[in-house]
């Protein structure tokens, strides 16, 4: 007996024409540690840049660790106010209440930090560096245009780089909550690049800094998260799935991976609306950046980056998101 072969997207696109106008090209792009050359596809390989042009550094704020310690008579209210919670919530089925007064009190001590160290009696919270304090980007992904056909290319162009300062920025998309790397994209003509050793970043976060990678491209078809989509069309595509023995979600939809195009998964969030921060134009995701894996990456507490682009206009910064 063999198994009959999982279904594709184009196969329960068949079964569901309406879900035709939401099939969007993608490509996988399986990095696998590896020796990238100057021009294949590559994520964390060496860049290319046109000679004499000075290398592209973030300036964005940056966020710093700050500790403080606590004083010692300050040190004893907060023991004796932990041992209260703790002996009342012995006599009260566990709950950690606190009084009005001891609120009070580990407000005042805490003096807006995010935690306190119980060991060595230090709060910690971040900072924001001093200004023009410009950091070096670093290389993350290197994309040709025959691996990914369906980006939309600018004229002329045929190398895409992928360019990313490897620090938390807080304060990179107005309004919109995110925690994470800044991310520029480079559209490029090869032929006008050549080898470049980039300066170092000044600092960096280890999770950030990519292993050299060659990439795998597949080409596939991707179907959008079940926010995307009406919910009639949603149950029907998942009792197809199901009738496959298979999820609608990874099985049909939102591909799994380091990938281009297609449709961003909205797994830990419902969907979020990604605007353009410069036209208000709705954006399209462009790409997913995965943590784990041969690249050695974590973004978003070992989740993904999706970085998402105008289709009004390729300049506009890019719009990101942590899944
Ligand atoms: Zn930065
Ligand atoms: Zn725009």
Same mark, same amino acid.
């Given at each position: 007996?063999?198994?009959?072969?999982?279904?594709?997207?184009?196969?329960?696109?068949?079964?569901?024409?309406?879900?035709?106008?939401?099939?969007? &090209?993608?490509?996988?792009?399986?990095?696998?540690?590896?020796? %990238?050359?100057?021009?294949?596809?590559?994520?964390?390989?060496?860049?290319?840049?046109?000679?004499?042009?000075?290398? *592209?550094?973030?300036?964005?704020?940056?966020?710093?660790?700050?500790?403080?310690?606590?004083?010692?008579?300050?040190?004893?209210?907060?023991?004796?106010?932990?041992?209260?919670?703790?002996?009342?919530?012995? +006599?009260?089925?566990?709950?950690?209440?606190?009084?009005?007064?001891?609120?009070?009190?580990?407000?005042?001590?805490?003096? !807006?930090?995010?935690?306190?160290?119980?060991?060595?009696?230090?709060?910690?919270?971040?900072?924001?560096?001093?200004?023009?304090?410009?950091?070096?980007?670093?290389?993350?992904?290197?994309?040709?245009?025959?691996?990914?056909?369906?980006? %939309?290319?600018? $004229?002329?162009?045929?190398?895409?780089?992928?360019?990313?300062?490897?620090?938390?920025?807080? $304060?990179?998309?107005?309004?919109?909550?995110?925690?994470?790397?800044?991310?520029?994209?480079?559209?490029?003509?090869?032929?006008? /690049? !050549?080898?470049?050793?980039?300066?170092? *970043?000044?600092?960096?976060?280890?999770?950030?800094? &990519?292993?050299?990678?060659?990439?795998? *491209?597949?080409?596939?078809?991707?179907?959008?998260?079940?926010?995307?989509?009406?919910?009639?069309?949603?149950?029907?595509?998942?009792?197809?799935? +199901?009738?496959?023995?298979? +999820?609608?979600?990874?099985?049909?939809?939102?591909?799994?991976?380091?990938?281009?195009?297609?449709? &961003?998964?909205?797994?830990?969030?419902?969907?979020?609306?990604?605007?353009?921060?410069?036209?208000?134009?709705?954006?399209?995701?462009? /790409?997913?950046?995965?943590?784990?894996?041969? &690249?050695?990456?974590?973004?978003?507490?070992?989740? +993904?980056?999706?970085?998402?682009?105008? %289709?009004?206009?390729?300049?506009?910064?890019?719009?990101?998101?942590?899944?």
């Amino acid at each position: 007996m063999t198994e009959a072969a999982e279904p594709t997207p184009a196969d329960l696109v068949a079964a569901l024409p309406a879900l035709a106008r939401y099939l969007r &090209p993608a490509t996988l792009l399986h990095p696998e540690a590896g020796t %990238p050359t100057a021009h294949g596809s590559s994520v964390g390989g060496p860049p290319l840049w046109p000679a004499g042009a000075p290398w *592209p550094h973030c300036t964005a704020g940056h966020l710093d660790d700050a500790y403080e310690d606590v004083p010692l008579q300050d040190r004893e209210i907060m023991e004796t106010i932990d041992r209260a919670v703790r002996e009342r919530a012995r +006599e009260h089925d566990g709950a950690h209440v606190l009084t009005e007064d001891e609120y009070a009190e580990t407000r005042r001590i805490m003096n !807006g930090a995010d935690s306190l160290d119980h060991v060595n009696w230090r709060t910690h919270r971040t900072v924001p560096e001093p200004p023009a304090a410009a950091i070096a980007l670093v290389p993350l992904a290197r994309i040709r245009a025959a691996d990914a056909p369906h980006l %939309p290319w600018p $004229d002329g162009t045929d190398l895409l780089q992928v360019l990313w300062c490897p620090n938390d920025h807080d $304060d990179i998309q107005d309004e919109r909550y995110y925690y994470g790397p800044a991310v520029e994209l480079h559209w490029q003509r090869a032929a006008e /690049l !050549g080898s470049v050793t980039p300066p170092q *970043p000044r600092r960096s976060d280890e999770y950030y800094l &990519p292993t050299a990678c060659v990439l795998r *491209p597949e080409q596939i078809q991707d179907l959008p998260d079940r926010d995307e989509i009406p919910d009639e069309l949603h149950r029907a595509a998942e009792e197809f799935a +199901e009738r496959h023995g298979i +999820e609608y979600h990874r099985g049909l939809a939102c591909a799994e991976g380091w990938k281009l195009g297609g449709w &961003p998964s909205w797994h830990s969030t419902d969907l979020i609306p990604i605007d353009c921060g410069a036209c208000g134009t709705r954006m399209r995701h462009l /790409l997913t950046v995965e943590s784990g894996g041969d &690249p050695d990456l974590s973004v978003g507490r070992h989740g +993904e980056l999706h970085v998402f682009l105008c %289709p009004e206009d390729r300049s506009h910064p890019v719009g990101l998101d942590l899944q």
